[in-house]
Structures are given as C-alpha cells and as structure tokens.
C-alpha cells in the first residue's frame, strides 16, 4: 500500500467512500456520527487544497482516505474526564474511512501517521464506533477522556505516544 496526498481528481471516489462508510455505521449502530452528509464535500475539498487530505492505494487502486496534518488542532484543546499523556507535537487523524474489501488498511494508514508525527498522534472517535474504539485499542492507542467536536457533540478521544526508536520501513 502507498500512501500520498489527495487530488480534486480523487474527489469522486474519497465522497464514495464517505457513503458507504456512513450506510457501514448506519447498519452497525452508529447512525449519529456522521448522519447522513458528512462529511462534507467542501471540507474534502478545502483538505485537499491545504494539503491535509491522504489516499491510501493499493495496486493503483484508492482503498483509504483521512485527513492528517501534524500540530495542534482545535479539537483536543479541551479534553474533559481525563487528560492528554503528553503535550509534546502531535499528529492527528480525522474522517478516517477505508475500502472494507481491502483488509488492513485503517491499521496501515494509522501506523503511518504515527512514523509521521513522530510517534505522537491523537484521534477521536463516536461513543457508537465500535470497529474504530476496538482498531485504535488494538494498535495501542490510549483512551483519554471526551472532546466536543464542531457541531457540538462529544468523541472519545484516542492517543498514542510512543518513545524509543521505531522502524516502519
């Protein structure tokens, strides 16, 4: 798998992706987290203008998008129920969604925005996102307490910190 920054010429199937992940989360339990529009299609395009916004293909085919920049994001300046583990730079992650055919992409796609922030990333992730709580436990990420996102309403909020040297290649 290959991961690299989305383009307007992408736009179709990242928006393609976005429903099938919202009828998955409607059909799993999980029909508040991102109802029935989004997210947005002008955020994926604002995302891709600033340079925020990621594909994961593989064999040249698009099976994973999420938004990824490293540095603070208004989202996790208040964490209430619990605290940050370090407040060292961080990357995050958001609007994370993959091809469900494509096994291991949301675990490939993670574990690369960890090399890239330098092992410092934080997520959030709906009460009733049980695929994504159970993901982000597996791969060592640490529930930290809640966070309110734009619209108002509360994510559990995911870090994961590791030091040492790592080796991803």
Not at 59 to 82: L, M, N
Request: net charge negative; hydrophobic share 30%; proline share 3%.
């Amino acid at each position: 798998m290959i991961i690299r920054k989305s383009t307007r010429e992408d736009l179709p199937k990242i928006m393609e992706m976005y429903e099938e992940a919202r009828q998955f989360m409607r059909d799993n339990g999980n029909p508040d987290q991102w109802g029935t529009s989004n997210p947005k299609e002008e955020w994926i395009v604002l995302d891709i203008e600033d340079g925020d916004s990621y594909v994961c293909t593989k064999d040249g085919e698009i099976v994973g998008t999420f938004y990824f920049r490293i540095g603070e994001d208004p989202t996790y300046r208040q964490i209430h129920d619990g605290a940050w583990m370090d407040d060292s730079s961080y990357g995050v992650v958001h609007r994370i969604t993959t091809d469900r055919k494509a096994r291991g992409t949301a675990t490939f796609c993670l574990n690369w925005a960890v090399q890239q922030a330098g092992g410092h990333l934080r997520i959030d992730t709906h009460e009733d996102n049980r695929p994504m709580r159970n993901l982000l436990e597996k791969l060592g990420f640490s529930r930290r307490g809640t966070v309110v996102v734009e619209d108002g309403t509360e994510r559990i909020a995911f870090e994961k910190v590791e030091k040492g040297e790592q080796d991803y290649e």
